[in-house]
């Protein structure tokens, strides 16, 4: 008596396999459909490429399944002609959904994702039923059948609403930007500040920023600020970005102006409400604090306010850090110190860095360098700046002004000037005989702040500088001879003797 073959388990072994995969597909990619369109625009690009990479990985390892279940399982010939149908045009509809949901803060919203988070768990327990007996004896057919491509069919169907859903919100989008834009456009020149600022929450950020310049080339613009301070309309946000002089009286009524916003937003029901809901008011404040802050106007109530208010949401996160380091006396006054937007801010009390940022305007450089003689922390600036490990363009600007600045040439400054000359000449290229190179092209490689002017400087008022000099006349040597190269070396050459250029 012959017994019946037994049937092969290697269909259901690679079933098994291709389910594996297909499980890790599927909890690889929700999270990412999931949060698309939160970062940005590079970051949300890359996101989105992924997604779709993701979806098509996944989608392509559920064909072969269903393939092979069709090969090896047992199915009606109606549900493998739906598996046909249906499981390409679902991953049709996942990539729709894919792309609603770069865009989750408009109609549908998240409900896309619906589609990749249910349709491959289907199709995978479909596949599994058709592979192995025990699933087919337990479930009828026409259930597993109707149940599977159904709810496969009723999700895709789904997309088409969805997708008229968004094309109403971008239509109404549209409208809206048209008829601001031509709202815009029929503003009288001489619009004031209040007729312009709705035009900053326009959805085309080319118009804000054209709105923007015309707040700043506004004559009266200060006079318009602090009447929209005193009434409470005033978009803080744009409160250092439309050139307004940082007076006492606009600090007294913008720090009103915070508080009095602080308090409205408060919760009545403190950690019960989403710190979403004010996360733009806040961010808003800090940015007018930021600047109030740089400028002088110490902002340590407002801060606090707007502490209490965040802190009355829930899960507030970073801000709260940045509200404190606004209380920080070392931020108080330090854009006037180091970085004034105007020429004309400036004094005693500036930093060098701040002077020596206008000393690049030609048409201010001999006021700028000759304020910047007058500070009698100019020393103490200079070999901060040459300490300075985070602003690259701090140590250079040293050294391209050393010779103008009247600098006292003490060990602390010789030791910071000196040490980032040697390591600019250890990066400059060095020419072969094989490859002769012209010496102008060794002063473009080091650089306009010119640091063999500023070695000159530091080895002629009596700074230890032999290795450099040493050093800086061998790296001359590796480039052609030319009477600008002839003329460097004799000069340096002088110093090893301890004589002045």
């Known amino acids: 008596m012959t017994t019946p073959d037994k049937p092969s388990q290697a269909p259901i072994v690679a079933a098994g396999g291709l389910s594996g995969l297909i499980l890790l597909f599927w909890i690889a990619q929700l999270p990412g459909l999931?949060?698309?369109?939160?970062?940005?625009?590079a970051g949300n690009a890359i996101s989105q490429a992924l997604a779709a990479l993701s979806v098509g990985a996944l989608w392509l390892a559920l064909a072969v399944l269903?393939?092979?279940?069709?090969?090896?399982?047992?199915?009606?010939?109606?549900?493998?002609?739906?598996?046909?149908v249906l499981v390409p045009a679902s991953g049709v509809a996942a990539f729709m959904a894919a792309d609603l949901l770069a865009t989750p803060h408009l109609a549908p919203f998240r409900w896309p994702i619906l589609i990749p988070a249910l349709v491959p768990p289907l199709i995978v327990a479909f596949s599994l039923w058709a592979l192995l007996p025990p699933l087919r004896k337990a479930i009828p057919a026409p259930i597993a059948a109707g149940v599977t491509w159904g709810a496969t069919l009723l999700l895709c169907l789904?997309?088409?609403?969805?997708?008229?859903?968004?094309?109403?919100?971008?239509?109404?989008?549209?409208?809206?930007?048209?008829?601001?834009?031509?709202?815009?456009?029929?503003?009288?020149?001489?619009?004031?500040?209040?007729?312009?600022?709705?035009f900053l929450d326009a959805p085309n950020q080319i118009t804000v920023n054209a709105v923007v310049d015309r707040m700043r080339a506004r004559a009266n613009r200060q006079s318009e600020a602090e009447t929209m301070l005193a009434r409470g309309d005033f978009p803080l946000r744009y409160l250092g970005r439309i050139d307004l002089d940082p007076t006492p009286v606009v600090c007294e009524k913008a720090r009103a102006l915070l508080r009095q916003r602080a308090a409205s937003l408060a919760s009545p029901k403190p950690g019960t409400e989403p710190y979403l809901k004010i996360f733009g008011e806040v961010n808003d404040a800090i940015a007018a604090m930021r600047w109030l802050v740089g400028y002088d106007c110490s902002c340590n109530d407002e801060?606090?306010?707007?502490?209490?208010?965040?802190?009355?949401?829930?899960?507030p996160g970073y801000d709260l850090v940045e509200l404190k380091q606004l209380r920080d006396p070392k931020e108080l006054g330090r854009t006037l110190r180091e970085n004034p937007e105007r020429f004309s801010m400036l004094s005693e009390k500036s930093h060098?860095?701040?002077?020596?940022?206008?000393?690049?305007?030609?048409?201010?450089?001999?006021?700028?360098?000759?304020?910047?003689?007058?500070?009698?922390?100019?020393?103490?600036?200079?070999?901060?700046?040459?300490?300075?490990?985070?602003?690259?363009?701090?140590?250079?600007?040293?050294?391209?002004?050393?010779?103008?600045?009247?600098?006292?040439?003490?060990p602390a400054l010789c030791t910071a000037g000196l040490a980032q000359i040697r390591n600019d000449l250890a990066k400059v290229y060095r020419p072969t005989a094989a490859d002769p190179r012209p010496y102008r092209e060794l002063l473009d490689r080091l650089g306009a702040y010119q640091p063999l002017t500023a070695l000159q400087w530091l080895a002629g008022h009596g700074c230890n500088a032999e290795p450099e000099l040493t050093e800086a006349e061998t790296v001359i040597r590796t480039y052609q001879d030319s009477a600008g190269r002839t003329a460097m070396l004799e000069a340096l050459g002088r110093l090893h003797t301890g004589r002045t250029p």
């Open 66 to 84: 269903m393939l092979l279940a069709c090969a090896k399982g047992e199915m009606p010939k109606a549900a493998a002609v739906a598996a046909l």
């Open 352 to 410: 060098l860095k701040a002077w020596l940022h206008f000393a690049d305007d030609k048409a201010l450089r001999d006021q700028a360098l000759a304020g910047a003689r007058k500070l009698d922390h100019r020393n103490a600036d200079a070999v901060e700046m040459l300490n300075n490990k985070y602003d690259i363009a701090a140590p250079w600007t040293v050294l391209k002004y050393i010779p103008e600045l009247d600098l006292e040439p003490t």
């Open 34 to 41: 999931s949060s698309m369109g939160g970062s940005d625009a």
């Open 303 to 315: 801060s606090l306010a707007w502490e209490a208010t965040a802190n009355s949401y829930r899960d």
């Open 158 to 198: 789904a997309m088409f609403p969805m997708q008229q859903a968004r094309q109403r919100v971008v239509g109404d989008i549209i409208a809206k930007r048209e008829k601001a834009d031509a709202a815009y456009a029929a503003l009288p020149a001489d619009a004031p500040l209040w007729d312009l600022a709705p």
